[in-house]
């Protein structure tokens, strides 16, 4: 494509708008409402710089009428997701996990399978290898490892380098800097990364919690789902849960998002604490 591009905000249309938003909230599940329009087209300026094309009409013809539509389809939905996330998010559900799930669980098992299910650039895995290793120093041996999915592919890029900046860790107790991050080298350096053994802890692969097959041949017994389903309509939690919860062991613990509840799903879950539910 050969268009002079200058650098000016490009506008979405009406029917632009409502193609877009449509295959978005089809795809991946992030309802686009009239009021999100702004947002929506403000996001995907980015996309339509970087590809030189000079406007939404465009954009729509090159991301589903041509063969090279579909990889536009995973940068557009890199630049529609939120990815905000931090260490020690809510972490109350972290001593909930510590003080009450883990106990509860190791009743009658040796081995915790762990899932981050939009994990996105890897801070709530690793604080959730973090704090297994408390939990193991605290009480006894315990085998566990941690899946750990996103849709986001630049989150899962970051989420797999563990890397960070100190700002990021501001909020992280000192005892758990010394344990379980690296300072770089160069003390000019701002940047951190997690030691290996905690990363080794954790496997990032790609999954989109709206398609009906996850790809899992395991089951969870401690599941993180926060900050994703406030994005989606009620429709979609639900089926987003039930697909979830097949990949549970009954008794497994589900955490959603603070702001996040099962309120009104007929699920086959029980309410155990703030925003945290045991399966039947
Ligand atoms: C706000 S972040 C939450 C991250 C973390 N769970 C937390 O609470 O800090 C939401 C994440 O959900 C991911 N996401 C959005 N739609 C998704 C979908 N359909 N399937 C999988 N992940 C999705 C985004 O890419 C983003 O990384």
Request: proline share 3%; with cysteine.
């Amino acid at each position: 494509m050969n268009h002079a591009i200058d650098n000016s905000v490009r506008k979405i249309g009406d029917r632009e708008f409502h193609k877009l938003s449509s295959f978005i909230e089809q795809e991946v599940g992030i309802k686009l409402p009239p009021v999100k329009r702004t947002l929506l087209e403000s996001r995907l300026q980015k996309r339509l710089k970087s590809l030189s094309i000079p406007d939404f009409g465009e954009y729509c013809d090159f991301v589903f009428n041509t063969d090279e539509g579909a990889l536009e389809v995973i940068e557009m939905i890199d630049a529609v997701t939120t990815n905000k996330t931090d260490f020690m998010r809510e972490s109350a559900h972290f001593e909930f996990m510590v003080h009450t799930a883990l106990p509860e669980l190791m009743k009658n098992k040796s081995e915790i399978k762990l899932w981050s299910a939009a994990c996105s650039s890897g801070q709530e895995p690793y604080n959730m290898a973090m704090f297994m290793e408390e939990f193991i120093e605290r009480t006894h041996r315990v085998d566990y490892s941690i899946t750990a999915t996103d849709i986001s592919k630049s989150s899962l890029v970051k989420a797999r380098r563990a890397v960070y900046q100190m700002r990021d860790i501001e909020i992280v107790s000192e005892q758990f800097k010394k344990k379980y991050f690296l300072r770089s080298r160069n003390p000019e350096s701002s940047e951190i990364r997690i030691k290996p053994d905690i990363r080794n802890k954790v496997f990032f692969q790609p999954i989109n919690l709206m398609k009906e097959d996850y790809g899992l041949n395991v089951k969870f017994d401690i599941v993180f789902c926060r900050n994703v389903l406030i994005y989606f309509n009620k429709e979609n939690q639900s089926e987003v849960i039930r697909r979830i919860l097949n990949h549970m062991n009954s008794g497994a613990y589900l955490f959603l998002g603070h702001s996040e509840s099962l309120a009104g799903m007929r699920q086959n879950l029980r309410s155990v604490g703030a925003s945290v539910y045991r399966k039947e």
